[in-house]
Every structure is written in structure tokens, then in C-alpha cells.
């Protein structure tokens, strides 16, 4: 067998084929002349690709709990723990922005924001944070604004793990059961109590595993929210943000809030 690989080819390379590299590498169009803008454009772009597959873990393992497959369901939560951590890491190349060096190629965002994001969206209702305001930017765009719909009405993965606890004879309120989907989760005494006495049982139960992987996911979760939070403080402090949004006092207000709550403040009562 011959050592030198196939370097002749009739069209494209089986390689370009495949990862449709030629497409990805000539998406940048810089608005400004300042060289910072390739590397805050390249970064965005990066992270919605890791959002696209983020949101295809997530959705992987609400399927699975739905035929009760909790390895895979738990594979999926796993996966995701890695490309959380390479998402958290595409904060690096914006983290030390000066507010001068933001500036040089700010107005070339006009009023996009971060906020906008379809894909990003689609995370955060996976996790309960549900919100039909959050629609509306998309109005325009009939596809993304029917996959959005579609998503905020579709159970969250936290809305597939209580209905998962049911099934497994937990004692999980009717009425969260049967809830309106569209709406954010807001935490319950009842369902912090069931995971208290998951906690306090057998570590190696599906319930105990999958509160674990929950809780890894949630943490890496917070940690982009914060980081979020302190590159922005460094490039701009307290002024507007993008798009008229808030800015800083909009994601400190997202960062002190926790997904899939009860799993945090049941660890208080074991």
C-alpha cells in the first residue's frame, strides 16, 4: 500500500466535501477597517456553532428520557460538558477588550446584540427560560420565528427530567405536569423536596446520576453567564448595550439565576 495519500482529485477535496470548509472561511465580511472586528465576527460565529450542537445534545437527551433511555440521555448531558467548556473558552479572544479597542468597530454592529441570537434562544428555552417576547425580533424571518414557536412550546429538558421523576414514582405535582410550556420554570418547594431525597439515597440511582449530570451542565451554564458578564464590563462598563438592551445590569441580573433550581437548593436539606 502506497505512504503518500490521494492528492488528486476530479472536483473537490472529499475533506471540503464534508466540512464545507471553503463555505465557513468566507462568511467573514468585516464592516470596519480595524483588524480587532475579523476576531470578534470569527468568535461570535464560532459560538453558534457550538450552540447549534449544544442545542442537538440537549434535545438528544430530552428524547431519551422520554423512553425513560437514561445512558444515553446521560451520554448526550456529558457531550454537552465538554462543548459547554469549549464554548465558555470563545470568551478568551473578547475577554480583555479595552472600552477604546470595542469602540474602534462597535458601530459596525449597528443594533445587533448577542440577545438575538435564534440559536442561543433555543438553548435558554431547552433550560425553562421560556419567553414569547423573545419571538418577536424574529418576526421577519418566518423559518427561524416558526422553529422558535415550535421550541417554546415544546417541554424544556428540565420539563422531560420532572416528567421522568414521575414515571419513576416520584412525587412531582400534577399541575407541573400538565403546565403551560410556553412559560419560564419557576422553582418549586415540592420538586426541591424530591431531589433532597434523591440525594439523600443511593448515589448510583438513574435519578442521582441524572442530577449530577444536570447540575455539571448548569454550572458550566453560570460560568458563561458570568464570563459573559466580565468581558462585557471590560469593553464597554455600564453603557448600553447593542441593540438598546441593558447591557451589564441585564446579564447581572442573568447571572445570578441558576438553571434547574432545586437542584441547587436541595443540597441544603441533606
Known amino acids: 500500500m502506497s505512504e503518500t495519500p490521494n492528492l488528486d482529485f476530479a472536483g473537490t477535496t472529499p475533506y471540503e466535501d464534508y466540512v464545507q470548509a471553503d463555505v465557513l472561511t468566507h462568511l467573514q465580511h468585516p464592516l470596519s477597517d480595524d483588524p480587532g472586528e475579523m476576531v470578534f465576527l470569527v468568535t461570535t460565529q464560532v459560538m453558534e456553532l457550538w450552540f447549534t450542537v449544544i442545542v442537538h445534545e440537549w434535545e438528544t437527551a430530552a428524547k431519551a428520557l422520554r423512553g425513560d433511555d437514561v445512558p444515553t440521555a446521560l451520554a448526550a448531558l456529558t457531550r454537552s460538558t465538554y462543548e459547554l467548556r469549549s464554548l465558555n473558552a470563545s470568551w478568551e479572544p473578547l475577554a480583555h477588550l479595552t472600552p477604546a479597542q470595542f469602540n474602534s468597530y462597535r458601530s459596525a454592529l449597528g443594533e445587533g446584540s448577542g440577545f438575538q441570537s435564534a440559536m442561543y434562544r433555543r438553548m435558554e428555552f ?44 416520584h412525587d412531582i405535582p400534577a399541575g407541573l405536569l400538565d403546565r403551560d410550556l410556553s412559560q419560564r420554570y419557576e422553582p418549586q418547594p415540592a420538586v426541591e423536596s424530591v431531589w433532597t431525597r434523591v440525594y439523600e439515597g443511593d448515589p448510583t440511582t438513574p435519578e442521582a446520576r441524572l442530577g449530577e449530570g444536570l447540575t455539571e451542565v448548569a454550572e458550566l451554564v453560570w460560568r458563561w453567564r ?5 468581558a462585557t464590563r471590560r469593553a464597554m462598563g455600564s453603557k448600553v448595550g447593542t441593540g438598546g438592551s441593558a447591557g451589564v445590569a441585564w446579564l447581572e441580573r442573568r447571572a445570578q439565576k441558576n438553571v434547574f433550581p432545586e437542584l441547587w437548593t436541595a443540597r441544603s436539606y441533606v
Open 126 to 169: 431547552l433550560l425553562g427560560e421560556k419567553a414569547s417576547s423573545m419571538l418577536v425580533p424574529h418576526r421577519g424571518a418566518p423559518r427561524v420565528h416558526d422553529e422558535l414557536e415550535k421550541a417554546l412550546h415544546q417541554p424544556s429538558l428540565y420539563d422531560e427530567v420532572l416528567r421522568f421523576l414521575a414515571r419513576r414514582g
Open 226 to 230: 458570568n464570563d459573559h458578564l466580565v
